[in-house]
């Protein structure tokens, strides 16, 4: 049975992943754990097709596990360098064509909700 349309593209979303990091400028922000607020966008290819199958897709359980164990096990000056590394994790999964990734301090300044930054990275030279 063919389709009237055609699918450009698949995205797998992780919003709000809470995790606790050892990242902060200053010697003493990083001498304690904090919590940080992850958001991750994943593109899939645009070829791949749903076909019911796990491998056609990417998982975010195990994603947001390993992005969970990433934050905990080393300390980091710049939260930009742990996006990077989050999404260094996503890339291992052959489907992610590109990984967006946000990191966030809640309640980092007065009066502010959060503070932090997002990366696009995208896979270089194809899958």
Not at 32 to 55: G, K, P, W, Y
Not at 97 to 115: C, F, H, I, M, W
Request: net charge positive.
């Amino acid at each position: 049975m063919q389709t009237a349309y055609l699918c450009t593209g698949t995205s797998v979303h992780i919003e709000g992943l809470i995790v606790s990091a050892y990242v902060g400028w200053g010697t003493k922000e990083r001498s304690h754990s904090q919590n940080v607020r992850i958001d991750i966008l994943l593109e899939l290819d645009e070829a791949s097709t749903l076909d019911e199958r796990l491998q056609s897709t990417v998982d975010y359980v195990p994603v947001a596990e390993a992005v969970r164990l990433l934050a905990a096990t080393k300390r980091r000056r710049l939260i930009e360098t742990l996006a990077e590394e989050i999404a260094e994790t996503c890339f291992r999964n052959a489907n992610t064509q590109r990984a967006t990734v946000s990191v966030r301090k809640p309640q980092k300044l007065p009066n502010s909700d959060a503070v932090g930054i997002t990366r696009t990275f995208i896979r270089k030279g194809g899958a």
